[in-house]
Structures are given as C-alpha cells and as structure tokens.
C-alpha cells in the first residue's frame, strides 16, 4: 500500500483475484460555470464469489460511484480514475462497448423493481428478450426454457406458468426476483444491487437479500449491495465500504466493523438500527445533515456532526489510512475512540435519542 499525497488517501495493491477494481474515481457534475464532486477519489475492490456492502445515507456519492463507472450517468457529468474490469479499463471505453459489458458480464438490479419491467410484456418476454440480446444464436424457444429455469432458480413457484404472466401479476417481492432472474439470465460474474430491498416490506427484504446471497454463492458471482440501511449488511456482506460525502471513511470486515467501528459515523449508523430487543422504543440518529455539494466544510467533513471532532478536524481533511488489523478509517481519533457503546452512553457519544 502508498501514500498518494495529490489525494490524501492511501493507494491499494490491485489483489490478483480482483474482478472490479475502483482506484481513485472522482465523479463530478458541470452545472453552469461551476463543478460540484459526488464522489472525491474512491479506492475499492470486488473479488469473484464476496459481497461488497457499500453504505452511506442519501447523496453520498455511493450510487452515483457505481453507476459512474458503468457509464450510467448524465452528460454533464466528469469521471476520472481507473475502473478495471477482470483488468480491462471501463473508463473512457465507447458507449457501445459499455452497452456489451452490461447486462452480459456486469448486471444491476435498481431499486424499483415496477420501472425495471415493461408492464405491456410478460415476464417471460423481458426475460427472452434479455437473454438474446447478448446471446445471439439462441432460439426463442431455448430461451424462453432458460426463462422458466430462471424464475425457478429466485424461487418463483410454478415457473412455466408464471413465465407467461405480466408484471402486474406479481407482489413486489417477486417481481424484485424477475429482476434478479433478468440480470443473471446471462451469467455476469459482477452483480451490482443498488437498494434493492428499499421499496419492498420488511418480510419481503429479508426474503429477497437472502435470494441474491444464496443466488451469489451458487453462481459464484461478485456482488455489491449498495444500501443506506447498515442493517441490510450485517448477514449479508462479507466486507463493508462506509461512505461519506464522496469518499470512503472506513471499510473492514463485516464482524470487525459491528463490532469495533473505527469512526464516528460507522458508529452512529450502527447505533441508528433499530433493535428488536429496545425497550421503549429507542432510536438513535446522528446529529444535522450531510454537507450539500459543492458546499464541504474544511476539514473532516464529518466534523460538523462529530461529538468526538478536536480542533485539527475542523482544518485537515483525514486520508483513509491502516488503523489496524487490516481495516481502514479516514479518522483522526480511529485508535483513540472509546470501545464501541462501552464505556459512555451511545447518546453522548452519537447524537440525539428520538422518542
Ligand atoms: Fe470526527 Fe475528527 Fe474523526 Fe472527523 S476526524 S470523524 S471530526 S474525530
């Protein structure tokens, strides 16, 4: 690992295993004369067979990263960095190029699962059409016979029925497992979920998050499960990235990160899940609101809602940096924070409590 002192942040070895990995991506948007950051120089890897957990609230740049190095985003919008896919650079590659990559060897999955499908076509259409448009030679019959196996394979009973019916015809929970069955329907080895269980009933999310998981190990696909609910993560991910404002404030194993949190903010989201076992119906949330963009205060960005901040945070910005046992934290105090809801009460520590 090096310092790399034009970004403040700490520049990975790529692991031989790798099958995304994300160096230094900056993503910006032109609005008139002036340019705002979303994302300000973001380090992550995905290896073949883990899921990657990527958590931040809303607008911190943990969408817009993915889908930037997809070549999902507006005109207005300037990418800079290196994306490698299996090695191969997706920054600056052709539209068209791009347009082959997804879909066939990287699928996503959105948040709604009704604006993912065409309501005037079964789902058994969507699915063959899915299918043909990157595999050429298959007839529509060998793929409408692949459509059925797909819907069996996320759990859809009676599969050769259902595959003639139409989106309106399904729960939300099942038609989220068409979409999944699109996106794995031409055996990608990346699959990016962005929110996927956010539309859906509490039920319904633990139903589907176990389906991808299960859909993961069997396919032995990459996955990253991006999400503004920590909790989503706790049994699903095998690594979490934490993002903050455009950059990634600490990443570590899944056990490690519940269970010793090296900065404020992992902490305070954490402490925001609610728990079955609270009494009185106790809920933690992080003092005032993310930094707008183009509107970062100097320093830590996190230092205007941290109960730890000290004067050096409010004039160096912290770069993502070893803290131990191989985890990362862009915090000044990483190794001085108090053991985690030990040794003072969260709500001092973290924020309000809501009643
Ligand atoms: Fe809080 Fe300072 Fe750490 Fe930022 S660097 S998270 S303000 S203690």
């Known amino acids: 690992m090096t ?3 034009a970004t403040g942040t700490e520049n990975m070895a790529v692991p031989e295993a790798a099958l995304l990995t ?11 004369s002036l340019a705002f950051e979303a994302v300000r120089g973001i380090d992550l890897d995905v290896a073949r067979g883990e899921v990657l957990g990527i958590v931040g609230e809303s607008g911190s740049g943990k969408s817009v990263g993915m889908l930037a190095a997809l ?3 507006a005109k207005n919008t300037v990418v800079k960095g290196s994306v490698r ?10 539209s068209s190029e791009m347009r082959k990559i997804r879909g066939a060897r990287i699928a996503m999955i959105f948040q709604d699962p009704f604006s993912s499908l065409n309501p005037v076509l079964t789902v058994g259409a969507q699915i063959v059409e899915a299918i043909r448009l990157h595999q050429t030679t298959i007839t529509k019959k060998q793929a409408l016979a692949r459509a059925v196996e797909l819907l069996a394979l996320v759990a859809i009973p009676q599969p050769e029925r259902r595959v003639h019916q139409y989106p309106h015809e399904f729960s939300g929970g099942m038609r989220q497992r068409v979409v999944i069955a699109m996106a794995v329907a ?3 080895d990346l699959l990016i979920a962005d929110e996927p269980t956010t539309a859906l009933d509490v039920t319904v999310q633990a139903q589907i998050l176990s389906v991808l998981r299960s859909l993961q190990e069997r396919l032995g696909l990459g996955l990253v499960l991006i999400t503004h609910d920590l909790g989503v993560l ?35 989201l954490i402490a925001s899940i609610p728990k079955l076992e609270a009494t009185r119906e106790r809920l933690f949330s992080i003092d005032g609101a993310p930094p707008t963009l183009g509107q970062l205060p100097r320093g830590c960005a ?3 809602r941290c109960s730890h901040a000290v004067e050096r945070c409010r004039s160096d910005d912290p770069a993502l940096r070893v803290v131990g046992n191989g985890r990362l934290s ?9 053991s985690f809801g030990k040794d003072q009460p969260m709500a001092a520590e973290l924020g309000s409590v809501v009643r």
């Open 330 to 338: 862009a915090c000044h105090l990483a190794e001085a924070l108090p």
């Open 234 to 268: 706790a049994g699903h991910a095998d690594r979490v990235a934490v993002v903050y404002s455009g950059r990634v404030v600490e990443r570590a194993d899944v056990r490690q990160l519940f269970a010793d949190p090296r900065h404020p903010y992992t902490r305070g």
């Open 22 to 32: 994300i160096r230094n991506l900056r993503v910006g948007f032109r609005k008139s």
């Open 71 to 73: 070549g999902l985003t």
């Open 85 to 94: 896919f299996k090695g191969e650079e997706l920054i600056g590659k052709p």
């Open 3 to 5: 310092h790399d002192k």
């Open 186 to 188: 031409n055996d990608p």
């Open 302 to 304: 996190f230092h205007p």
